[in-house]
């Protein structure tokens, strides 16, 4: 017999959290409801402070070690370059195909709900959306405190002074490369403890959601939804496309490789979830340790496209509900603000709707427009979630081959 895999546990455990869920949504109270909601979405809770967990060491740890095996300077800032380029190519992408299918489908002004008064509070913080807080925010005051808050692009700029400098000082450096190494091991490890975890969350997830929401959600919203998972499976299409240029038809291989990490991170919510397994997955592809421990944590900060499709996505359909007129020029303008100002921000709570209540304010669109989709964001992050997976998972494999470094399948998919 088959041993069932952690997709097929995921998929398992979805299908009865959307059971449970529906269940409880139509038999039990409004009270009942919020409480079940609570209960079960505490173990949804525990998955992700244990993925949090991990996060920082092994970013530390492998980035310190792969910057080091890198050798030199110039090799950082190449493969860095390179990288980047790809990200900026990428995000301008995604909100180029939220600004076109917006446009075409007009979805905010077929809106049948009362807007919101334009003095409602929207309860989200965009006191980080300055120009100067982003730069100050990428230095890190103290490490420990970045390591304590998962402040990953700190983590990042650390791990590279501290990499450089400890490939610099000969042999006393490589015990300390040594000792990082195991530690990276040890942790992904723990990981792979934790990943046990990972149908359960991804059942109370599910659960939470529906027993709260129920399918009548998908009746008020169904054509923003469906507009959406659509969108988010063209961009998927383009991306393997694009890469399929530089790999061929390895990128088959690659979904397929990835494709746990993507339903994980689908089912709750979160792109987190996934980041530790997906450098494992990553170097099985062929991809070296040294190339992916740098893109993949610079890519959970300048790399979500999924999050950027949505930005594009929900700003213009605030505007075409409240009846705001955009030109060209002003929506252009937008997708630049949006791909600055979004840099830099994973880790912030709903962190893609704090960029656009910022952005909204400089084009006198209502900010509480936001309010309308705050009912069905869990079901739009979780589109977005998976596909910054994806998204992040395609970067390093390019940026792989680029460097004329990706190598074979190590582990067979099954």
């Known amino acids: 017999m088959r041993k069932i895999g952690l997709t097929g546990w995921i998929m398992i455990a979805m299908v009865t959290g959307v059971i449970l869920g529906l269940w409880v949504h139509y038999n039990t109270t409004a009270e009942q409801k919020e409480s079940f909601s609570g209960a079960i979405s505490v173990f949804t809770d525990i998955f992700l402070r244990l993925i949090k967990m991990i996060i920082a060491p092994l970013?530390?740890?492998?980035?310190?070690?792969?910057?080091?095996?890198?050798?030199?300077?110039?090799?950082?800032?190449?493969?860095?370059?390179?990288?980047?380029?790809?990200?900026?190519?990428?995000?301008?992408?995604?909100?180029?195909?939220?600004?076109?299918?917006?446009?075409?489908?007009?979805?905010?002004?077929?809106?049948?709900?009362?807007?919101?008064?334009?003095?409602?509070?929207?309860?989200?913080?965009?006191?980080?959306i300055t120009f100067k807080g982003f730069v100050t925010h990428v230095f890190p005051r103290s490490i420990f405190e970045a390591m304590a808050n998962n402040e990953i692009l700190q983590i990042v700029v650390f791990a590279v002074f501290f990499g450089i400098a400890t490939a610099s000082i000969g042999e006393q450096g490589k015990i300390v490369i040594k000792g990082l190494d195991a530690v990276a091991h040890v942790v992904l490890r723990v990981t792979g403890y934790v990943m046990y975890f990972a149908p359960v969350a991804a059942f109370a997830a599910i659960a939470s959601v529906l027993a709260m929401k129920g399918p009548e959600l998908l009746v008020t919203y169904g054509k923003f939804i469906i507009s959406f998972y659509l969108s988010i499976l063209?961009?998927?299409?383009?991306?393997?496309?694009?890469?399929?240029?530089?790999?061929?038809?390895r990128v088959i291989e690659l979904a397929i490789s990835v494709k746990d990490m993507i339903l994980l991170a689908f089912s709750t919510a979160s792109s987190e979830a996934a980041f530790p397994r997906l450098i494992q997955e990553l170097e099985n592809f062929g991809c070296p340790?040294?190339?992916?421990?740098?893109v993949l944590p610079l890519g959970y900060s300048f790399n979500l496209d999924g999050s950027m499709l949505y930005m594009t996505f929900a700003s213009l359909f605030i505007a075409q509900a409240y009846g705001v007129e955009l030109t060209l020029g002003q929506e252009i303008s937008m997708l630049?603000?949006?791909?600055?100002?979004?840099?830099?921000?994973?880790?912030?709570?709903?962190?893609?709707?704090?960029?656009?209540?910022g952005t909204l304010s400089l084009y006198n669109i209502p900010q509480q427009g936001l309010l309308l989709l705050l009912g069905i964001d869990q079901i739009l992050d979780m589109a977005r979630s998976a596909t910054n997976v994806l998204g992040n998972s395609i970067a390093a494999v390019v940026v792989s081959k680029w460097e004329g470094e990706l190598g074979e399948t190590a582990v067979h998919i099954k």
């Open 59 to 128: 970013v530390f740890s492998t980035l310190v070690v792969g910057i080091a095996k890198l050798g030199d300077v110039k090799a950082v800032g190449r493969i860095g370059g390179k990288t980047l380029l790809w990200f900026m190519g990428a995000s301008l992408l995604s909100l180029v195909l939220g600004l076109i299918i917006m446009n075409s489908l007009a979805l905010g002004e077929e809106l049948r709900l009362p807007l919101p008064p334009a003095n409602v509070a929207t309860g989200l913080d965009q006191s980080t």
């Open 234 to 249: 063209g961009l998927w299409l383009i991306l393997l496309l694009i890469a399929s240029i530089f790999v061929g038809r």
């Open 336 to 357: 630049l603000v949006l791909m600055l100002t979004s840099k830099g921000i994973a880790g912030v709570p709903r962190a893609a709707l704090v960029v656009i209540a």
């Open 289 to 294: 340790p040294k190339i992916v421990s740098f």
